[in-house]
């Protein structure tokens, strides 16, 4: 269009004064028009934020049995800058890390990094930490409150890392900010889950659950983002547990939204080491009772569990690619974010939000089904199971003298009931765990994010919604919830649903009338957002950077190789040639990978032999490569494995393994030729 009327002012037959005239009126009206076609600067950054691969406690399965052994996917984390273009100070970062969790203090610490260089541009008002909640990624990056273990320790490497990383993501994205637009699409996957604690929803009333079709939120809300050089990006949100990887899987991956990140952007190219890199965020949304495992006993649609969690990220990523194409509403109007902090130990919750008079929320507990874990998701102690509500007095004893727990008090239990008490962690001075949560809400446009540190379940996420756009004006279009965001505070299930004590409530850590609660603080957001009015702070948080007891990051074997090898070193046992189709599989005397921790490494590199030299084909972030440790006579193995597609491409290949010794020397071991045919 612009070269179009270009063209026509410099056409034949005009004076000087015509044709300036003539080009300052189209130059006018351009301007004009990129303004309202680019309301916002966009910028996008991604960075690598994977995990100790080996001996380190996998975050939330809480099974102590479930270590790291190496690596499937890489963990990212997608970072995007949005700013209101004729307001630069209005502004929001959004950023889905892979991870288990956010806890508070990554927010704190990322937003620290950020301050320092940019002043107070960001700050905890305008900064969404979002986690995917990935089941298969290392923990031990929460501060600890005790030296009970209870959070599977704290080890400072791995925290700076992801700190680290983030904060890189958010860098890149700042720097990236140009002029560009966002369109929004929205859709359904009809077969994108399933309820994994139907007794409990149905507790909901009758007429209530009659507005529903659906058990489970089905629709998934798309950003896509673009600029004067094309598409840059998306954003999406979708409710659905990364529970496809089960408790005995020892890779770190992405699950199911790792995978469709993935999957999309290597359609677009991205190499995880351009500025102008496609990122592809699968954010998560409110899937507190939404499993994968759609048969409900800990197996989904997939032959194995890895199947399942590519089968669920096809289907997210089916319905995004559509929603990429098929995405016209434009975003328009102002980005402003509104952040509280607010004690959930002691909350006075109005009668307005809890239908039952004024209730206050208790300090926080997790209940005997906490323990039982979801049944449909692979099941938690073999003591314990969904649905306890009765307190037994041996059960206490046992748990008192194997975790060295504080026994719980009777006035908790009376606030929390009808929860059976394992673990009383709100009330002590400090208390086991944080009881601050912090709830933002943000707005671009006719879209608003409400973001809460919780799991919330599938009725709890409606209410949530309901709430929110009551107080908001007709701008106010949609509504994105973001789970797991800036901290972590277990689940948020609807009253109703708590009295059952499904695992989902046993896990609502401030008692029933938690869901009211975070009704009360959105919606005092939404009215503060509505009015225009600030959110005054009536509270810091209670940051405990360092005064956690801390531990060295894997501080097991690292022995060298035996005598006679080295570092790198292939495997005399390594086969040579191979069919297409076949796993290709090579080992390497290696380190341990956690003893030598670094991140935007490549501890795997497949290369095809061409003319002009060796040619990089997959890495260790590919989904058909996997890379795993195993420990001989205290020194370590590294075992190398691609799954060859089936259209391979024949020829010479060989397969090359990078790792640090223990004094942090880069080591490369580099297979004999492979021969594919
Ligand atoms: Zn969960």
């Known amino acids: ?143 600890s409150r005790s030296n009970l273990g209870l959070e599977g320790g704290f080890y400072p490497a791995h925290f700076s890392a992801i700190v680290n990383g983030i904060t890189t993501s958010i860098i890149s994205a700042h720097d990236d900010l140009q002029p560009g637009a966002i369109h929004l699409g929205k859709g359904n996957l009809n077969n994108g889950g399933a309820n994994r604690s139907v007794p409990a929803y149905m507790e909901n009333p009758q007429i209530e659950r009659d507005q529903h079709l659906e058990n489970t939120p089905i629709e998934m809300t798309l950003l896509k983002f673009s600029d004067d050089s094309g598409d840059i990006g998306i954003l999406n949100w979708h409710a659905l547990h990364p529970t496809a990887m089960n408790y005995y899987n020892r890779l770190i991956s992405g699950d199911h939204k790792g995978y469709a990140s993935l999957q999309m952007e290597k359609m677009r190219g991205t190499t995880y080491s351009d500025k102008n890199d496609f990122v592809a965020a699968f954010a998560q949304a409110d899937p507190g009772d939404v499993t994968p495992n759609t048969n409900l006993d800990n197996t989904g649609p997939g032959a194995t569990d890895v199947e399942t969690t590519q089968i669920m990220g096809d289907r997210q990523l089916q319905v995004a690619l559509s929603l990429f194409e098929n995405a016209r509403e434009a975003l328009s109007g102002p980005i402003e974010t509104r952040q509280m902090y607010i004690d959930l130990s002691d909350y006075a919750v109005d009668d307005k939000f809890t239908g039952a008079g004024s209730q206050t929320t208790c300090p926080s507990a997790y209940g005997y089904s906490f323990a039982g874990g979801s049944t449909e998701d692979g099941g938690g102690h073999f003591l314990f199971e969904e649905g306890m509500t009765e307190q037994r007095m041996w059960l206490d004893v046992l748990i008192g003298w194997l975790t060295g727990a504080p026994k719980w008090t009777e006035k908790v239990k009376a606030c929390q009931a009808p929860k059976a008490i394992l673990f009383e962690t709100g009330s002590g001075q400090p208390p086991l765990q944080s009881q601050i949560r912090s709830v933002t809400l943000a707005r671009i446009g006719q879209l608003v994010i409400l973001a809460m540190p919780t799991e919330i379940t ?133 380190s341990n990978p956690s003893a030598s921790y670094v991140t935007g490494n490549n501890y795997m590199l497949v290369e095809i032999k061409t003319p002009t030299g060796w040619q990089i084909v997959v890495s260790d972030n590919d989904w058909d490569t996997t890379v795993r440790w195993r420990q001989k006579r205290g020194s370590f193995i590294a075992k190398l494995s691609w799954h060859t597609p089936i259209d391979v491409a024949a020829g010479e290949y060989r397969i090359t393994h990078q790792g640090q010794d223990a004094l942090s020397n880069v080591f490369i071991g580099i297979s004999d030729k492979i021969q594919i045919n």
């Open 1 to 143: 269009m612009i070269k179009l009327l270009i063209r026509f002012c410099l056409g034949g037959g005009r004076t000087v004064l015509q044709y300036g005239l003539c080009l300052l009126v189209v130059l006018a009206g351009v301007t004009n028009s990129a303004d309202i076609s680019q309301p916002y600067l966009i910028g996008r950054g991604i960075s690598d934020i994977t995990g100790p691969s080996y001996g380190v406690q996998m975050w939330g399965f809480g099974r102590e049995d479930q270590l790291t052994e190496g690596l499937h996917i890489r963990q990212r984390s997608r970072a995007f800058v949005i700013v209101q273009a004729d307001e630069p100070a209005n502004r929001l970062v959004f950023v889905s890390a892979d991870l288990g969790s956010i806890e508070h203090h990554i927010t704190l610490a990322v937003i620290d990094q950020l301050e320092l260089r940019y002043g107070n541009t960001y700050s905890i008002n305008n900064v969404i930490l979002s986690a995917t909640h990935t089941h298969a990624g290392p923990g031990g990056y929460w501060h």
């Open 458 to 590: 599938t009725m709890a996420g409606r209410r949530l919604r309901t709430a929110v756009m009551n107080e908001l004006g007709d701008w106010a279009q949609h509504i994105a919830v973001a789970g797991y965001s800036n901290g972590y505070a277990g689940y948020v299930t609807t009253p109703e649903e708590y009295l059952l004590q499904h695992y989902e409530g046993g896990h609502t850590l401030h008692g029933r009338w938690t869901l009211p609660a975070y009704r009360q603080i959105a919606s005092q957001l939404a009215s503060a957002l509505e009015t225009d009015s600030a959110v005054t702070p009536t509270m810091a948080y209670d940051d405990w950077r360092g005064k956690s007891f801390e531990t060295t990051l894997h501080s097991g074997a690292i022995s060298p190789p035996p005598e006679g090898s080295h570092y790198g070193d292939p495997l005399s046992s390594n086969r040579s040639e191979y069919r297409k189709g076949e796993t290709i599989v090579t080992e390497f005397w290696s």
